[in-house]
């Protein structure tokens, strides 16, 4: 059973900087391709930034581009997304995410694995 849970959301004003933490457990972490989303009431859920299985590669929407970085620790079995310069429009429940197997990334569907979500809330 994989397990993943998230920590590090919170309350901040615009400009300042968060980073979340989704530590997994139950497979070998080496093995997945992790991403996290995020989702606002009555929207889709999107993605805000993938890595592949040993964080070599990354990808992010224009977005947030130049503004979040995901990195992943393979021997603490977490993955990191560290979001600066953060703005209202980031106001989002934010999920970690893991895939196994095929392409290191995806969308929301190619995510077998999910975590509970964690509040980010920008405002002044």
């Known amino acids: 059973q994989v397990r993943l849970v998230e920590s590090g959301g919170g309350l901040v004003q615009p400009g300042d900087s968060l980073r979340l933490s989704c530590v997994v457990s139950g497979h070998t972490f080496t093995e997945l391709g992790m991403a996290w989303f995020r989702q606002v009431p009555g929207k889709d859920r999107e993605s805000v930034a993938a890595?592949?299985?040993?964080?070599?590669?990354?990808l992010y929407p224009d977005s947030v581009k130049g503004r979040f970085t995901i990195s992943r620790i393979n021997a603490e079995n977490t993955v990191y997304l560290q979001m600066n310069n953060l703005r209202p429009e980031d106001t989002a429940v934010y999920f970690c995410a893991a895939k196994l197997g095929g392409a290191w990334y995806g969308g929301v569907n190619d995510y077998g694995y999910w975590g509970q979500g964690t509040q980010v809330t920008v405002s002044s």
């Open positions: 890595t592949n299985r040993y964080g070599t590669s990354a």
